[in-house]
């Protein structure tokens, strides 16, 4: 399948609900596991997303509490934002600090806490999530949520994201049937990494976040790697949101990328400057590469479905 991309980059397209968040845990006790539980052990109700694209924004519930949380396969662990934190006096875990990294900028020392998640048919009880200015980063990407739903839930569960219906749920794993006319794509890695082909360089596997709002975002080497960077390709300027807040970032265009059966062209690819000593992947694949798509991420499966839009008939 072949898709033309012309997408304007404005600012924040790297932006991983904030910035790619990858972190790297520093301290020594255990994790104790996880408890997801669907109530029907099968599915979640549908929910709406905003008309906004870019991020899969839901309404979940904190320890009662309404608020807008993102769906970020980027981010290692899941984060709550500070204020609500203190608002909602989450219990603080006793336990050394943590090191959150974004993709570029430096790195934020934080802690953990613990709290009750809940959405519409979706509970996970005493989940550990780390503190972090969410809020500070939504308002600088125009956006307003306070949770970001990271891979220690998400690698429970598979995510479906209908972008062209606008709406998105969670499956028990082993229960979603991708569509006969699906794109399946392979993911490796402890992260759930892609293997893409940007024009005629080696291949290279890209983490698929759904926490970034762009298309491609590539570290220097990569991009250099990629032929990017060569002298006389057009370069746009801007800026990105990331844990340490706006950073300047350069935009150039991907003349084809492949990925398992999808071929693009004319693809906008981000350029990042890695932050030091961050264990940082050397690229993304952003929810914008896959707005075209009902997509469904199977973590446990270690496969990204991703299917068309189905064609609509008008009859007069």
């Known amino acids: ?12 397209v790297l932006a991983a609900a904030g910035g790619a968040a990858l972190f790297a845990v520093r301290d020594r006790l255990p994790w104790p596991p996880l ?19 870019g991020l899969v924004e839901i309404t979940v519930s904190v320890n009662g509490a309404p608020i807008r949380a993102v769906v970020d396969s980027g981010a290692q662990i899941s984060a709550v934002d500070a204020g609500l934190a203190e608002r909602l006096r989450l219990q603080r875990i006793l336990a050394a600090p943590l090191l959150a990294y974004g993709v570029s900028g430096g790195p934020s020392l934080t802690h953990t806490v613990r709290l009750n998640l809940s959405a519409p048919g979706l509970a996970v009880p005493r989940l550990r999530a780390a503190v972090l200015d969410l ?13 970001l739903i ?10 479906e994201v209908d972008f062209p219906l606008r709406r998105a749920r969670f499956l028990q794993p082993g229960i979603h049937r991708p569509a006969h006319d699906a794109i399946t794509v392979p993911l490796a890695g402890g992260a759930p990494a892609a293997t893409v082909h940007i024009e005629a360089a080696a291949p290279m596997d890209l983490l698929v ?16 790697r990629a032929g990017l960077t060569a002298p006389g390709r057009p370069v746009s300027r801007g800026l990105s949101v990331s ?31 890695p932050a030091t000593n961050a264990p940082a992947a050397s690229g993304l694949i952003g929810a914008g590469l896959l707005q075209p798509f009902r997509v469904a991420l199977d973590l446990p499966a ?5 299917t068309p839009p189905a064609i609509t008939i008008l009859r007069s």
């Open 1 to 12: 399948m072949t898709v033309s991309r012309r997408a304007f980059i404005s600012r924040a």
């Open 35 to 53: 408890d997801v539980r669907i109530a029907n052990g099968r599915d979640t109700p549908w929910q709406r997303l905003p008309q906004r694209p």
């Open 135 to 147: 809020a500070g980063i939504a308002a600088a990407s125009g956006r307003d949520f306070h949770l």
């Open 150 to 159: 990271g891979r220690d839930v998400l690698s429970r569960l598979v995510v």
């Open 209 to 224: 976040d759904t926490g970034a709002t762009g298309f491609l975002a590539l570290s220097e080497a990569a991009a250099r």
């Open 243 to 273: 844990l340490s807040g706006l950073n300047p970032e350069r935009t150039v265009r991907a003349r084809i990328v492949r990925m398992g059966g999808l071929t693009l062209r004319d693809v906008p690819v981000q350029i990042f400057t």
């Open 302 to 306: 270690r496969r990204l479905h991703l």
